[in-house]
């Protein structure tokens, strides 16, 4: 169940981001804000320097395709100072393009290229954007929920290995 988070640590980014800051939720006991896209950069270097979120523990994205905002982005941050965690979503519409948050923790390097191989999310200003998990020439992006993997499993096996099905 989500309940609107009002704490000190809310109240310091609402001061810094205001209208950046779409949301401020607990569920399940994690703290999360939902940012604008637009500021993600400026809140995650704020976070790591300021509020002393120094690791970039996980970067991930959840495939909503009913919603105009098709993507979140979902960045979990730690903080070894003060022991705690905060999550970032980011929403993001189907065409839309994240800044890359490589230059403020290096861990998103391959975070962001996993979440491109996956979900097809373009990281505007990342060193390296290409795929990590899959081969160059695969096409698509097997976690969108709308990909059809059996299709593409069996094209590919084909072409790649000259069988009928990798199944």
Same mark, same amino acid.
């Given at each position: &169940?989500? $309940? ?13 981001? @205001? ?7 607990? =569920? ?12 993600? @950069?400026? +809140? ?32 979990? *941050? ?25 230059? !403020? ?9 996993? $979440?491109?191989? &996956? ?12 795929? +990590? ?9 097997? *976690?969108?929920?709308?990909?059809? !993997?059996?299709?593409? =499993? ?8 000259? !069988?009928?099905? @990798?199944?």
């Amino acid at each position: &169940m989500q $309940i609107p988070l009002a704490n000190e640590l809310t109240r310091r980014y609402r001061e810094r981001f @205001g209208a950046a800051i779409l949301d401020a939720l607990e =569920d399940r006991k994690q703290h999360y804000l939902v940012i604008d896209a637009a500021q993600l @950069g400026e +809140i995650a270097r704020y976070s790591r320097d300021e509020e002393k979120f120094d690791l970039l523990e996980d970067y991930t994205a959840v495939d909503w395709p009913r919603r105009e905002k098709r993507f979140d982005l979902v960045a979990i *941050l730690y903080s070894f100072p003060h022991n705690t965690r905060l999550r970032l979503k980011i929403p993001l519409a189907a065409s839309e393009q994240a800044t890359s948050l490589v230059d !403020i923790w290096p861990t998103a390097n391959w975070l962001e290229r996993e $979440i491109f191989d &996956m979900f097809g999310i373009v990281f505007r200003g990342h060193p390296d954007l290409k795929r +990590i998990l899959l081969p160059d020439d695969w096409q698509g992006h097997p *976690l969108r929920k709308d990909y059809d !993997i059996l299709q593409q =499993d069996t094209t590919w096996v084909r072409e790649n290995l000259g !069988i009928e099905s @990798g199944q």
